[in-house]
């Protein structure tokens, strides 16, 4: 189920008091999933998850079906839980700041991958991508989550670990402390910056720097072979004309003799040289 929150309240010491006590607590070592849900715009912590603090915020929260009432008084913390690397063993506790918290009311927790992007870590949900493993990148020191694929459900199992686990253990803060808002992400993506490739830049700002990227342009072309720029192509085809005198002309690539005059079109000049209109054109010109 994926679910949507209202707007947040805050609440009373005393009412806090009141709901921390009949909090929906997690048994230590249970296991469960955490699936990773772009529909939850929040994530949302189960079974497998500890509290560690309250904001003192509560919500309310409604499935994404007319058909299910809201669920009120949803309340917002911090929770943790522990993954097990399946390979070596070793296991790290994940802490899930701005999250709602349902306890034994939700049988697997739920991860907004957006809000884990937003902290600052590479998460891959797309099991079709060649260029990425599946799962969630903690660290240059290639700690990582790893996500398996069940049915058309992407996630991990973890368990609820002990408070001596959450202290020993090396924890990663997946997502933020500060306070997330799923109706503006578009104020925390990256801006995009000009991009230049080999000198050319994308962004073309008026006639002349166009002129100017063209330049640039034509240079790298050249650098690649003499035959893409006209840079290089023409003066090359200019110095290979010799002329003798007036009876005895001899011209490159044998446009001409002395036997028989042979029209040259630059479509035909073209296709023999495998070259640009525009370039067999100016050649023509140049040579005739």
Same mark, same amino acid.
């Given at each position: 189920?994926?679910?949507? =929150? ?19 607590? =997690? ?50 913390? =911090? ?95 997946? =997502? ?113």
């Amino acid at each position: 189920m994926a679910y949507a =929150t209202t707007g947040r309240r805050n609440i009373s010491s005393a009412r806090q008091l009141g709901l921390l006590e009949r909090v929906q607590m =997690t048994t230590p070592g249970h296991v469960a999933q955490t699936e990773i849900d772009n529909h939850a715009d929040t994530c949302c912590l189960g079974l497998n998850f500890i509290p560690l603090s309250f904001t003192g915020e509560m919500c309310d929260v409604s499935p994404y079906s007319d058909e299910y009432k809201p669920m009120e008084n949803i309340s917002i913390c =911090t929770g943790a839980t522990a993954y097990q690397d399946p390979i070596m063993g070793a296991a790290i506790i994940l802490i899930v700041h701005e999250a709602l918290w349902f306890g034994n009311k939700l049988k697997h927790s739920l991860l907004n991958p957006n809000q884990v992007r937003a902290n600052g870590f590479m998460i891959c949900n797309d099991p079709f991508d060649p260029h990425r493993q599946l799962g969630m990148e903690l660290e240059q020191d290639e700690t990582f989550v790893s996500f398996t694929v069940n049915g058309a459900i992407i996630g991990f199992e973890s368990y609820v670990p002990t408070n001596e686990e959450v202290m020993q253990f090396q924890s990663y803060e997946i =997502t933020s402390e500060s306070k997330w808002r799923p109706d503006n992400l578009s104020d925390a993506l990256p801006r995009p910056a000009n991009r230049e490739v080999m000198g050319v830049d994308r962004h073309w700002q008026g006639t002349q720097r166009a002129q100017n990227n063209s330049h640039q342009f034509d240079l790298f072309l050249s650098d690649t072979s003499s035959a893409y720029s006209d840079l290089t192509l023409l003066p090359r085809l200019i110095s290979a004309i010799t002329v003798h005198d007036e009876h005895n002309r001899e011209r490159a690539a044998a446009t001409e003799s002395n036997l028989r005059q042979t029209i040259i079109e630059p479509a035909m000049l073209m296709k023999r040289w495998n070259i640009g209109l525009e370039t067999a054109t100016k050649t023509l010109r140049a040579t005739t």
